[in-house]
């Protein structure tokens, strides 16, 4: 019911910026009741790890590597969340994937895009 679309990735060198998006579109319902949105990556050969997310209070959390780096933000509007990423690093390459969780009652619906591949370059 909730389809997620990533953009934004691509090959910058270290030091460099680049901004991640993440659409959300189908059932406006499901949209409105999700209750958390994350960012997770997975380098090749390296488990799936989570790298920031953001509640729809908009606490945010974000993994101790990215701390001061990354900002997860949402715009509400346009039902897209961003993750801003500033001072690459070579070991912040990887396939990057949007994660929805809607929640209504004691279900849980988890959503996830295609991944994005960011590639720093040293």
């Known amino acids: 019911q909730v389809q997620l679309v990533e953009s934004g990735g691509g090959l910058v060198q270290a030091g460099g910026s680049l901004r991640l998006s993440c659409a959300a579109s189908?059932?406006?319902?499901?949209?409105?009741?999700?209750?958390?949105y994350r960012w997770y990556r997975q380098a090749p050969g390296k488990q799936r790890e989570l790298v920031a997310g953001?509640?729809?209070?908009?606490?945010?959390n974000y993994v101790d590597s990215v701390k001061g780096r990354f900002t997860i933000s949402r715009d509400r509007a346009k039902n897209t969340v961003y993750l801003q990423m500033n001072s690459l690093k070579p070991e912040d390459t990887a396939v990057y994937y949007c994660n929805a969780d809607g929640r209504l009652g004691p279900k849980t619906y988890t959503y996830w895009g295609q991944g994005t591949q960011v590639t720093v370059s040293s």
């Open positions: 189908g059932s406006t319902f499901s949209i409105n009741v999700i209750a958390l």
């Open positions: 953001i509640s729809s209070g908009g606490m945010t």
